[in-house]
């Protein structure tokens, strides 16, 4: 069936360094890739996604990489501040019709001061 | 512009009773998917309903079942409640139009079941 491994589950950094999350899908379908954070006791939030026809994006510190073949993608977050020590979940879905996302089990960042 | 709201936000229940949970989307959102939170499972999709019909369902027994009105807000349902269905149950609901595929979450309802 669908599946989304996720992994590391946990992941301690110093703060400046940059922490890598590495995702992999099952369904070749998918082609709607978004990564969401959730901090503690809240909702999670969408921080960046990718669709299957780029091989990476970066927003300001984040970026995500995509590898089809290998059916990969990674979220990369540089100069690590306190404030992004979350959970972060990566998806996977289709760009069309219905919003049915397989996420994966979770990172848990900790950025340590 | 109101978020997305999801009541109670905390209820304790026995095994063998029966739950409902609702979900107010974003204003103008006809997408509302639920999914199931548990440690170390992450987010497991349960169902997503647009304009009043289920779009597709997860891998959950018949005991999870939900629906949506007309004007969008969303219940879902959990009967003979067993311990193993603790967790926190979260809603979330997108455009569903062109690009609008951000999907926004509730706070989630926090269900334990003794």
């Known amino acids: 069936g669908e599946n989304v491994e996720q992994h590391p589950s946990t992941l301690s950094v110093q703060e400046g360094d940059s922490a890598v999350i590495k995702c992999t899908y099952s369904?070749?379908?998918?082609?709607?890739f978004p990564w969401y954070k959730q901090e503690l006791g809240k909702r999670p939030q969408l921080i960046i996604d990718?669709?299957?026809?780029?091989g990476e994006k970066k927003d300001q510190r984040i970026a995500v990489t995509l590898n089809k073949t290998a059916k990969h993608f990674s979220l990369h977050i540089t100069e690590t501040q306190p404030e992004d020590s979350a959970v972060y979940f990566c998806?996977?879905?289709?760009?069309?019709?219905?919003?049915?996302?397989?996420f994966g089990t979770g990172t848990r960042l900790k950025v340590l001061a | 512009k109101a978020g997305v709201t999801q009541t109670p936000r905390y209820l304790i229940k026995t095994r063998g009773q029966q739950v409902t949970l609702s979900c107010s989307p974003i204003?103008?959102?006809?997408?509302v998917s639920w999914y199931q939170q548990t440690p170390g499972q992450g987010l497991q999709f349960l169902f997503e309903?647009?304009?009043?019909?289920?779009?597709n369902k997860g891998n959950f027994p018949g005991r999870f079942s939900g629906r949506q009105f007309s004007n969008s807000r969303s219940e879902m349902n959990v009967s003979t409640l067993e311990l193993g269905d603790s967790a926190l149950y979260l809603c979330?609901?997108?455009?569903?139009?062109?690009?609008?595929?951000?999907?926004?979450f509730g706070e989630g309802s926090r269900l334990t079941v003794l």
């Open positions: 979330a609901s997108s455009l569903d139009a062109g690009s609008g595929r951000e999907l926004f």
């Open positions: 369904d070749s379908a998918s082609n709607y």
């Open positions: 990718i669709r299957s026809n780029v």
């Open positions: 998806a996977a879905s289709q760009d069309s019709g219905t919003y049915k996302y397989i």
């Open positions: 204003s103008g959102h006809r997408s």
């Open positions: 309903y647009f304009s009043e019909t289920q779009r």
